[in-house]
């Protein structure tokens, strides 16, 4: 009987799809799992922690809770990195804990079906395929699609060890 039931949400998700926010760095669109996002802020000043890897601009006090804000860009090895009216920062709500990522922009939710999932290629880059779930296309978009959850848990994030 379960079987069934999980073949019929399965084909839901399918006619569905799923639900992804998109944001820039550089000149590459990227997408999240929405359910992951808390909320989409203006970036403001972090409070920047000693011996804090690089890519970790510091912290921020939202609504009472410390959240610490993570560079994509310098994650990625962007070059170039300027900050601008369009700098925003995503607010994750990951493995019960509230972290925030700095993005280039957002520009919009998207939704894909299973057919405009391709799987992510393997190959030697500055994010590791492991990271990816996919290459989402639409039209003439390629989107970079981002386990989120994964890549904030990683040991070279050092974000849950040294937030507990």
Same mark, same amino acid.
């Given at each position: 009987?379960?079987?069934?039931?999980?073949? @019929?949400e399965?084909? !839901?998700?399918? $006619?569905?799809?799923?639900?992804?926010?998109v944001?820039?760095?550089? $000149?590459?669109? +990227?997408?999240?799992?929405?359910?992951?996002?808390?909320?989409?802020? &203006?970036?403001?000043?972090?409070?920047?922690?000693?011996?804090? *890897?690089?890519?970790?601009?510091?912290?921020t006090? #939202?609504?009472g809770?410390?959240? =610490? %804000?993570?560079? #994509?860009?310098?994650?990625?090895?962007?070059?170039? %990195? !300027? +900050?601008?009216?369009?700098t925003?920062? %995503?607010?994750?709500?990951?493995?019960?804990?509230?972290?925030? %990522?700095?993005v280039?922009g957002? /520009?919009?939710?998207?939704?894909?079906?299973?057919?405009?999932?391709? *799987?992510? =290629?393997?190959?030697? /880059?500055?994010l /590791?395929?492991?990271?990816?779930t996919?290459?989402? $296309? @639409?039209?003439?978009?390629?989107?970079?699609?981002?386990?989120?959850?994964?890549?904030?848990?990683?040991? &070279?994030?050092? #974000?849950?060890? /040294?937030?507990?």
């Amino acid at each position: 009987m379960m079987n069934n039931q999980n073949t @019929v949400e399965a084909a !839901q998700d399918d $006619t569905e799809g799923q639900k992804f926010l998109v944001f820039t760095l550089g $000149t590459e669109e +990227y997408g999240i799992d929405i359910l992951k996002v808390q909320e989409i802020r &203006d970036y403001e000043a972090v409070t920047r922690i000693a011996h804090a *890897p690089e890519f970790i601009k510091g912290v921020t006090n #939202l609504r009472g809770i410390i959240v =610490p %804000i993570v560079d #994509l860009r310098i994650k990625f090895r962007l070059q170039n %990195i !300027q +900050y601008n009216h369009q700098t925003v920062v %995503i607010i994750l709500n990951i493995a019960d804990r509230v972290v925030g %990522i700095l993005v280039d922009g957002v /520009s919009d939710v998207l939704t894909l079906g299973h057919e405009e999932i391709r *799987p992510a =290629p393997e190959f030697g /880059s500055t994010l /590791s395929a492991e990271y990816l779930t996919g290459l989402g $296309t @639409v039209e003439e978009r390629m989107l970079i699609l981002i386990d989120i959850e994964k890549l904030m848990c990683s040991e &070279d994030m050092a #974000l849950f060890e /040294s937030a507990a």
